[in-house]
């Protein structure tokens, strides 16, 4: 292009038709145009390292010809932003515009150069849906491989059932107690599923599932829509044709990039607010940006609506999680404004106050109920604690440094974290903000990916409260840059005038996707050797549940599964790197991207098939449905089952809280962390009851807890804080399947206490405990 930019520039005003008003600078003809096209590939032949023949190398004719259509369709896409840059400098320098369109449109078909307005929208869209389509099957998978998981998606679930069975839909409650840790936009939508579906876990998860859903279609549709480009166009016209639609290969691989990803995937299979949240702040900021861009191409018609959308969405986003829903969008728009130069431009095309009235309208009017029915208890507890305070102190366990946040984001997004660190250093925004500033809005949809990763990554990872869910609001963001840079041409970058910055850029062209690659196919065969020898791990772990889980994986050779599929997926990759090193660069770097793109899918794909949701089932069948088991059998409306407890009030026994027992016993149930307090406690209501007849308790208890107190307790008395045990069992040592304790008072009333086991599954039991 340096060589010879005029034939470059003339070659690449044929490649679209000259908008209204202006003029051709010249006329051709068909021979002519690819005459000039000829010489412009000569033009670019050093960079792309490419021999001055339409061929690469002297090969058969009909070798010949497909290597010289690769050629043509690798430096079609690139030719024109060459030329536009190089005329946008020339005339910028002479202070005249410079016409850069033919007055009749070029026949680029014939010519191998097909350009992207060419994509219709409707092979978009099926192209969108099917992808979409994937994603549900694997989520959906996911979710029916599995029940509730404790311990935080039974309080959703529960909430959402007490709120449908009470028909108040105003104040969430768990366990007969209010609940003010979430507000209720997912209570609302897992109660609606639940009365068309009944209340079972599949039509609690149905709203995570359909917001997963959602979000891949939209995220695709915007890169299909704005382009996804990796650097803006600086002679721009609004009116051309290419401008209106981008990339449907960039559309495919943010779709599923997002899709597959394994956070994404998995917070989409669980009845929580995490996806919801994720859902309703990403189509804010995407909302945002369509009003930003239609309202310099439409001189703001259309703009206002796209803004009140977001306005909406920002609303929906503070009932689903928070004030952090309307913190994060504008911390990410201001900053963007900010670098953009377009602050006070956008505060006279955006209608603040309007926006501003509708998110309110959205969001206050429940806060205000809350606070009205609860007092200022409910605000101090919510926006106070779960707000304020998780975000300054590290509450409920969750205070994590900064180098947690990191491994998450590395670890959870894995191979596309390389991806979008060279995709940040491949827009040089520092370097380069003047091209920014004077592109079009249009072309800025991956700056503006950049400012929402980088904010929302350094807000959340500036929280003392860390946990893998808080990194999913920057999923779309990674997704966009990823695709981006797999799919984005080096050519389309503009003109480098130094040969340090010529340098720096040649490394995150050819060699970071070489990079990248390699470092894909390294991640996969190390993954799979280590998830080959997975069942190894038993000789070192001691927890009995994990030594379970690992042996069902090892019986049924689920961990040969997902290993051969990584294996065999980095072997591809591999073969990919050690062939067509002698390629142009520029078809190399695309071969790469592709290839990437491709395996990656399959891979992950198939690996969740074969590997996760079967993980996932044995884990659940050990861990979740023995106690699942025992829950049920206090329900009065499950069917099916013997030795039911339907008229017992439950007890959970344990060291560790479990929610889910709640929604499966549909009954309120206390939650005892030892033996000695449950007798207590039993004692107490005894005494309360003055001799009447106290109602049979069902007590799901751990198993190993149960059998320590009876194996410890003496055959004397036990003293308590305000009461004198005596503990009588038959057999002692082999934990007690029938016991009896004496409960004695100053005043010489007696209360028999029986504990009965009638049943174990796994690490739980069962007790029957009677009063007399």
Same mark, same amino acid.
């Given at each position: 292009?340096?060589?010879?930019?005029?034939?470059?520039?003339?070659?690449?005003?044929?490649?679209?038709?000259?908008?209204?008003?202006?003029?051709?600078?010249?006329?051709?003809?068909?021979?002519?145009?690819?005459?000039?096209?000829?010489?412009?590939?000569?033009?670019?032949?050093?960079?792309?390292?490419c021999s001055s023949s339409l061929t690469c190398k002297p090969c058969s004719p009909r070798r010949g010809r497909r290597n010289t259509r690769r050629l043509v369709d690798g430096v079609g896409s690139s030719l024109r932003m060459v030329a536009l840059n190089s005329s946008s400098d020339r005339g910028h320098l002479q202070g005249e515009p410079t016409p850069l369109y033919a007055e009749?449109?070029?026949?680029?078909?014939?010519?191998?150069?097909?350009d992207q307005a060419g994509v219709s929208k409707r092979r978009t869209a099926a192209t969108i849906l099917i992808s979409v389509l994937l994603v549900l099957t694997l989520v959906c998978g996911l979710a029916c491989s599995c029940g509730l998981v404790d311990d935080t998606e039974p309080l959703f679930v529960e909430a959402s059932r007490q709120m449908l069975a009470t028909g108040d839909?105003?104040?969430?409650?768990?366990?007969?107690?209010?609940?003010?840790?979430?507000?209720?936009?997912?209570?609302?939508?897992?109660?609606?599923?639940?009365?068309?579906?009944?209340?079972?876990?599949?039509?609690?998860?149905?709203?995570?599932?359909?917001?997963?859903?959602?979000?891949?279609?939209?995220?695709?549709?915007?890169?299909?829509?704005?382009?996804?480009?990796?650097?803006?166009?600086?002679?721009?016209?609004?009116?051309?044709?290419?401008?209106?639609?981008?990339?449907?290969?960039?559309?495919?691989?943010?779709?599923?990039?997002?899709?597959?990803?394994?956070?994404?995937?998995?917070?989409?299979?669980?009845?929580?607010?995490?996806?919801?949240?994720?859902?309703?702040?990403?189509?804010?900021?995407?909302?945002?940006?369509?009003?930003?861009?239609?309202?310099?191409?439409?001189?703001?018609?259309?703009?206002?609506?796209?803004?009140?959308?977001?306005?909406?969405?920002?609303?929906?986003?503070?009932?689903?999680?928070?004030?952090?829903?309307?913190?994060?969008?504008?911390?990410?728009?201001?900053?963007?404004?900010?670098?953009?130069?377009?602050?006070?431009?956008?505060?006279?095309?955006?209608?603040?106050?309007?926006?501003?009235?509708?998110?309110?309208?959205?969001?206050?009017?429940?806060?205000?109920?809350?606070?009205?029915?609860?007092?200022?208890?409910?605000?101090?507890?919510?926006?106070?604690?779960?707000?304020?305070?998780?975000?300054?102190?590290?509450?409920?366990?969750?205070?994590?440094?900064?180098?947690?946040? =990191? %491994?998450?984001? +590395? !670890? /959870?997004? @894995?191979? #596309?974290?390389?991806?979008?660190?060279?995709?940040?250093? *491949?827009?040089? &925004?520092?370097?380069?903000?003047?091209?920014w500033i004077a592109s079009s809005r249009r072309s800025r949809l991956t700056l503006f990916a950049g400012f929402w990763l980088v904010v929302a990554w350094t807000f959340f990872a500036s929280s003392a409260s860390k946990l893998p869910s808080y990194y999913l609001p920057i999923a779309p963001a990674v997704a966009l840059l990823a695709a981006a840079y797999l799919t984005c041409h080096?050519?389309?970058?503009?003109?480098?005038?130094?040969?340090?910055?010529?340098?720096?850029?040649?490394?995150?062209?050819?060699?970071?996707?070489?990079?990248?690659?390699?470092?894909?196919? =390294? %991640?996969?065969? +190390? !993954? /799979?050797? @280590?998830? #080959?020898?997975?069942?190894?791990?038993?000789?070192?772990? *001691?927890?009995? &549940?994990?030594?379970?889980?690992?042996?069902?994986?090892?019986?049924?050779?689920?961990?040969?599964?997902?290993?051969?599929?990584?294996?065999?997926?980095?072997?591809?990759?591999?073969?990919?790197?050690?062939?067509?090193?002698?390629?142009?660069?520029?078809?190399?770097?695309?071969?790469?991207?592709?290839?990437?793109?491709?395996?990656?899918?399959?891979?992950?794909?198939?690996?969740?098939?074969?590997?996760?949701?079967?993980?996932?089932?044995?884990?659940?069948?050990?861990?979740?449905?023995?106690?699942?088991?025992?829950?049920?059998?206090?329900?009065?409306?499950?069917?099916?089952?013997?030795?039911?407890?339907?008229?017992?009030?439950?007890?959970?026994?344990?060291?560790?809280?479990?929610?889910?027992?709640?929604?499966?016993?549909?009954?309120?149930?206390?939650?005892?962390?030892?033996?000695?307090?449950?007798?207590?406690?039993?004692?107490?209501?005894?005494?309360?009851?003055?001799?009447?007849?106290?109602?049979?308790?069902?007590?799901?208890?751990?198993?190993?807890?149960?059998?320590?107190?009876?194996?410890?307790?003496?055959?004397?008395?036990?003293?308590?804080?305000?009461?004198?045990?005596?503990?009588?069992?038959?057999?002692?040592?082999?934990?007690?399947?029938?016991?009896?304790?004496?409960?004695?008072?100053?005043?010489?009333?007696?209360?028999?206490?029986?504990?009965?086991?009638?049943?174990?599954?796994?690490?739980?039991?069962?007790?029957?405990?009677?009063?007399?």
């Amino acid at each position: 292009a340096k060589r010879r930019p005029t034939q470059v520039m003339w070659s690449a005003s044929t490649l679209a038709p000259p908008p209204s008003g202006q003029t051709a600078r010249r006329q051709y003809t068909k021979s002519s145009c690819q005459e000039e096209l000829r010489v412009a590939k000569l033009a670019l032949s050093p960079s792309l390292r490419c021999s001055s023949s339409l061929t690469c190398k002297p090969c058969s004719p009909r070798r010949g010809r497909r290597n010289t259509r690769r050629l043509v369709d690798g430096v079609g896409s690139s030719l024109r932003m060459v030329a536009l840059n190089s005329s946008s400098d020339r005339g910028h320098l002479q202070g005249e515009p410079t016409p850069l369109y033919a007055e009749q449109p070029s026949r680029v078909g014939e010519l191998g150069l097909e350009d992207q307005a060419g994509v219709s929208k409707r092979r978009t869209a099926a192209t969108i849906l099917i992808s979409v389509l994937l994603v549900l099957t694997l989520v959906c998978g996911l979710a029916c491989s599995c029940g509730l998981v404790d311990d935080t998606e039974p309080l959703f679930v529960e909430a959402s059932r007490q709120m449908l069975a009470t028909g108040d839909f105003i104040t969430p409650q768990f366990n007969a107690l209010v609940r003010f840790d979430k507000p209720p936009l997912l209570y609302w939508l897992q109660s609606l599923s639940m009365a068309a579906f009944g209340p079972t876990v599949l039509a609690a998860r149905l709203p995570s599932v359909l917001c997963g859903a959602l979000l891949c279609a939209v995220v695709g549709w915007t890169a299909f829509k704005f382009g996804a480009r990796s650097s803006p166009p600086v002679a721009s016209q609004p009116g051309t044709v290419s401008q209106r639609f981008g990339s449907l290969e960039t559309a495919m691989c943010s779709c599923m990039a997002l899709g597959l990803n394994i956070l994404v995937c998995v917070w989409s299979s669980l009845a929580l607010s995490d996806i919801l949240h994720t859902t309703t702040m990403s189509l804010s900021l995407m909302a945002f940006f369509h009003g930003y861009v239609r309202a310099q191409e439409s001189s703001g018609k259309g703009a206002d609506k796209a803004f009140y959308l977001a306005a909406v969405f920002m609303g929906l986003g503070v009932l689903a999680k928070g004030p952090v829903s309307i913190v994060l969008p504008c911390l990410v728009v201001g900053l963007f404004a900010a670098y953009t130069g377009e602050v006070r431009k956008l505060w006279s095309e955006v209608p603040i106050w309007r926006c501003a009235a509708i998110v309110g309208l959205v969001a206050i009017p429940w806060f205000a109920a809350m606070i009205h029915i609860h007092g200022m208890s409910y605000a101090t507890t919510f926006f106070g604690y779960h707000n304020v305070e998780r975000f300054v102190q590290g509450v409920n366990h969750h205070g994590q440094p900064i180098s947690y946040a =990191l %491994l998450c984001t +590395l !670890v /959870g997004y @894995a191979p #596309w974290t390389l991806a979008c660190v060279f995709q940040l250093f *491949r827009l040089r &925004a520092l370097r380069r903000r003047s091209t920014w500033i004077a592109s079009s809005r249009r072309s800025r949809l991956t700056l503006f990916a950049g400012f929402w990763l980088v904010v929302a990554w350094t807000f959340f990872a500036s929280s003392a409260s860390k946990l893998p869910s808080y990194y999913l609001p920057i999923a779309p963001a990674v997704a966009l840059l990823a695709a981006a840079y797999l799919t984005c041409h080096s050519s389309s970058i503009p003109p480098i005038s130094s040969s340090k910055e010529e340098a720096g850029m040649r490394v995150v062209t050819l060699s970071g996707m070489t990079c990248l690659v390699s470092i894909s196919t =390294l %991640l996969f065969l +190390l !993954v /799979g050797i @280590a998830l #080959w020898w997975f069942p190894t791990l038993s000789g070192i772990l *001691r927890d009995e &549940a994990t030594l379970r889980i690992l042996e069902a994986i090892a019986s049924r050779s689920i961990h040969l599964h997902g290993s051969t599929v990584l294996i065999l997926a980095g072997l591809a990759l591999l073969l990919v790197l050690c062939t067509g090193t002698k390629k142009p660069a520029l078809l190399r770097r695309e071969t790469l991207g592709r290839s990437l793109f491709i395996t990656y899918t399959a891979a992950a794909s198939v690996f969740a098939s074969v590997f996760l949701i079967p993980v996932v089932h044995q884990m659940d069948r050990v861990r979740q449905l023995p106690l699942r088991n025992m829950s049920l059998r206090c329900n009065p409306a499950s069917v099916g089952l013997r030795h039911k407890f339907e008229d017992a009030s439950v007890v959970m026994l344990a060291r560790a809280r479990m929610p889910s027992v709640v929604f499966y016993s549909g009954k309120p149930v206390a939650f005892f962390e030892s033996v000695e307090d449950l007798v207590l406690q039993i004692h107490e209501l005894a005494r309360s009851r003055g001799g009447e007849l106290v109602p049979k308790i069902a007590v799901v208890a751990e198993h190993e807890l149960w059998v320590d107190f009876v194996d410890r307790a003496p055959t004397g008395p036990l003293k308590l804080e305000r009461s004198h045990l005596r503990f009588a069992s038959p057999n002692p040592s082999n934990g007690a399947d029938d016991g009896e304790v004496r409960l004695s008072q100053m005043e010489g009333e007696r209360y028999n206490v029986r504990f009965r086991k009638t049943r174990v599954d796994g690490p739980y039991a069962l007790l029957e405990v009677t009063v007399s």
